[in-house]
């Protein structure tokens, strides 16, 4: 079975313009998480989808968006970017996510913002 | 609120020794709680889980932790290490009683395996 995949693995982008990451699932998860990382804060969740549905979402402003698409693919949406949202973007899938369910990790995307 | 305290930053041990990642957690109510492994430029890997029972479970590549309720701790073991065990290892906890589909994950320790 295929596992997650993430494209672009690396992004450059200028402070003010927008970027869209996305991530394909493995085949039958339905759940598709984010996770912002950076060496000072960690792991951060951003947020978590279901069925094309916002589950959970994490402390980030308004600037940070997803969707998740009817075949589970999902994209996340950072406009207006930062500096400080320069980091390694992950991606997560699993069955149904919740419970006892793992997730299964994507390789990331290095976003790096000038 | 669920949060995952590793209290060490980095753990450096030799070839061929026993290693431990310590993690606790906080929870309130009852925990699942995994490790993952993460290498240089690549994502995480799933290690192992706790759900419920034996409090002493057994994963991939050799590794096993130990759930301690009293404690609220779930370590990382290996009884010993490998050179290429050498990675950035994470702890999550999920709170069952909370319904909450977040994974919250540990800020990491890196394990550094000496030849």
């Known amino acids: 079975k295929a596992g997650v995949t993430q494209t672009p693995r690396y992004l450059i982008k200028t402070r003010g313009q927008q970027v869209t990451l996305s991530c394909s699932p493995i085949?039958?998860?339905?759940?598709v998480s984010w996770y912002q990382q950076t060496p000072g804060q960690g792991l951060q969740f951003l947020f978590e989808y279901f069925s094309e549905t916002q589950r959970n979402k994490g402390n980030f402003p308004g600037r940070f968006s997803g969707r998740q698409f009817s075949n589970s693919r999902s994209e996340m949406n950072v406009s207006t970017l930062e500096l400080g949202d320069s980091a390694l973007y992950l991606c997560?899938?699993?069955?149904?996510?919740?419970?006892?369910?793992?997730?299964?990790f994507g390789p990331g995307t290095r976003l790096t913002v000038t | 609120a669920q949060s995952v305290a590793q209290p060490e930053d980095q753990v450096n041990v030799a070839e061929g020794n026993p290693l431990t990642v310590k993690c606790t957690y906080s929870?309130?109510?009852?925990?699942?709680l995994f490790w993952y492994v993460q290498y240089p430029n690549r994502g995480l890997q799933f290690l192992l889980k706790y759900i419920t029972g034996d409090n002493l479970v057994k994963g991939s590549y050799g590794f096993e932790a130990e759930f301690n309720k009293s404690q609220t701790s779930f370590h990382l073991k290996k009884p010993s290490a490998l050179v290429s065990d050498s990675a950035l290892y994470f702890c999550a906890v999920r709170d069952i009683g909370a319904g909450s589909y977040q994974l919250t994950f540990g800020k990491g320790t890196k394990l550094s395996v000496i030849p």
């Open positions: 997560a899938s699993s069955l149904v996510g919740g419970g006892n369910d793992e997730q299964y």
């Open positions: 929870v309130s109510g009852n925990p699942y």
């Open positions: 085949s039958g998860h339905r759940s």
